[in-house]
């Protein structure tokens, strides 16, 4: 199978390129190679390669940037799966998958999302993100799988576990909401779940995927600093501070919970979740007794 990867230096990127099976004719492509907002090089990248699988893992994250950046945040995550998904749609037989996002929902939920759910995005993130998974599934629908996941971190990159631990390490103390509630996912375990899916070619629509377990940031943010002082990469605990979102303000609205409900996707993928505990556990583990890569 020959496999485009768009996105390629990012957390679910690198998760992807580590976990490829040796089988896999791999094209993976950053950001600086490939801007997928940009139709004409998608178009000859694609038709360069002719590949049987699009995964684009290629997103504008920076929610807060995004609100005084939209016209870059839109043609990543929205213009960027639409160029992406008519190309596919040139070559016969080409599948895509496309990573989005739990802030699609406005958190007014009082219980996990399900992909049949109805969208209602806060910021303009949320609202890029939802434009371009509809693009993707209007313009391939019988060729395309869209995984919404969540809270995404990885041993490396920009993501709330190295945030914090370098706050941890620079204070000694954090403020971290209590009211954002989610689930948080290792970027390999989002990786995992696009290969399973691209082993299996009648698999089409929405699927949630995060890992086990529903938290607050808050509470996340506590099991960074318990894990992080066991494992060697603080001396000692430092101190998480609660506070509400009204209090920490930014410029991006964010949705207070999103949690998605993973069983119609554990059903149809017969994959089981890993529970959040062991993945943050692991991640930690991989950063060993080095300082946390500055973000």
């Known amino acids: 199978m020959k496999v485009l990867i768009t996105g390629a230096s990012g957390q679910v990127g690198r998760a992807l390129i580590a976990s490829r099976a040796a089988a896999i004719e791999l094209l993976a492509l950053t950001r600086g190679e490939l801007d997928i907002g940009d139709w004409t090089a998608v178009r000859d990248a694609v038709r360069a390669f002719r590949p049987d699988l699009i995964i684009n893992a290629a997103a504008y994250t920076a929610v807060d940037a995004a609100e005084s950046d939209q016209q870059r945040a839109y043609a990543v995550n929205a213009q960027g799966p639409r160029n992406l998904a008519e190309c596919a749609r040139a070559i016969s037989a080409c599948r895509l998958l496309h990573i989005s996002t739990d802030y699609v929902f406005d958190g007014r939920a009082s219980e996990p999302y399900r992909p049949s759910d109805a969208t209602n995005p806060l910021s303009t993130y949320g609202r890029t993100k939802l434009q371009g998974e509809q693009a993707v599934l209007e313009l391939l629908p019988q060729r395309s799988a869209v995984i919404r996941t969540a809270w995404v971190y990885a041993p490396q990159g920009k993501n709330f576990v190295l945030t914090m631990l370098r706050l941890m390490r620079e204070r000694g103390a954090v403020s971290v909401v209590t009211d954002q509630i989610g689930s ?58 609660p506070m509400t979102t009204v209090d920490g303000a930014t410029a991006a609205h964010r949705p207070k919970y999103g949690a998605l409900d993973l069983q119609a996707s554990i059903q149809q993928l017969q994959l089981a979740p890993i529970p959040w505990r062991t993945s943050l556990h692991a991640a930690l583990s991989e950063l060993g007794a080095a300082p946390p890569q500055s973000v």
């Open 184 to 241: 948080p996912t290792a970027a390999s375990s989002v990786a995992n779940v696009l290969w399973h899916l691209a082993a299996l070619a009648d698999r089409t629509g929405i699927f949630h995927w995060t890992d086990a377990g529903v938290v607050s940031r808050y509470d996340f943010a506590r099991a960074i600093a318990a894990d992080a002082v066991a494992l060697g990469l603080l001396s000692t605990l430092p101190q998480v501070v």
